[in-house]
């Protein structure tokens, strides 16, 4: 199947509220461009430098997501162009984001990332975390960034009842930290699906979901 098609039927399954992010990560221009040719806008990548090589040969009006781990120090290479960072998961990290996106007279918006799978490896807040620096003056004093929702992973199994109940304590937190609302924080977006589950993120309450294999095929790391 093309690249064009699958994002016809895809497109074509999602209620209109819920925001398709094409991950393109590994994929060379050309698969990029055939989505975009299709009508994708939104693309996500997980890697820093990727990422802005990507940007820098693709059209303008693509909306980028870094959907990945983000390290301090690299945050620079993405800050004039990046839309939406959808793994923060510490202040230090937001306050980074924030100066770079000064420097670039912008202001980014950022999901806060929340650790919903049982692997250690996955990255992540606490809901109780998340819930203390909402409402910590440290935010506050961001005006370069927004906080505009929440993000999660859910474990990589196919026990679908177990990511069922991984989503619905996202869509929980998602619901209670809702009242915390100020001028850089309005949590509107709940960034949870991929290929393998993201109807079920929907039917949960996801608001965005990343879909990268489904789209471009599987993807080859060597
Ligand atoms: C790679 C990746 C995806 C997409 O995964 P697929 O299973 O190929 O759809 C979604 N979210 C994150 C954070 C990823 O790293």
Redesign the pocket.
């Known amino acids: 199947m093309s690249i064009k098609q699958n994002l016809q039927d895809i497109k074509a399954s999602l209620p209109e509220h819920v925001t398709l992010v094409a ?1 393109s ?1 590994t994929k060379p221009i050309n698969d990029l461009m055939e989505a975009y040719e299709a009508g994708q806008r939104v693309f996500g990548e ?1 890697k820093i430098q990727e990422m802005a090589q990507k940007y820098d040969v693709m059209p303008k009006d693509v909306e980028w997501h870094m ?2 781990h983000v390290q301090r120090n690299k945050v620079k290479y993405i800050a004039s162009f990046v839309s939406l960072i959808h793994g923060v998961d510490n202040l230090k990290l937001l306050q980074e984001i924030n100066k770079q996106a000064q420097k670039h007279d912008r202001v980014i918006d950022c999901l806060l990332q929340i650790k919903i799978a049982s692997e250690d490896s996955k990255f992540g807040m606490s809901p109780e975390d998340a819930s203390t620096l909402l409402q910590s003056e440290r935010l506050q004093e961001l005006k370069n960034i927004r906080v505009t929702g929440l993000m999660g ?1 859910a474990t990589f199994t196919d026990d679908m009842n177990q990511i069922e109940n991984e989503f619905s304590y996202l869509k929980e937190t998602f619901d209670t930290l809702q009242q915390f609302s100020t001028f850089n924080c309005q949590l509107s977006t709940l960034s949870m699906g ?3 589950d993201y109807q079920l993120a929907i039917d949960c309450g996801s608001t965005m979901v ?5 789209i471009f095929g599987a993807r080859n790391y060597n």
């Open positions: 991950v990560k997980n959907i990945g992973m991929m290929s393998g990343r879909v990268g294999s489904s």
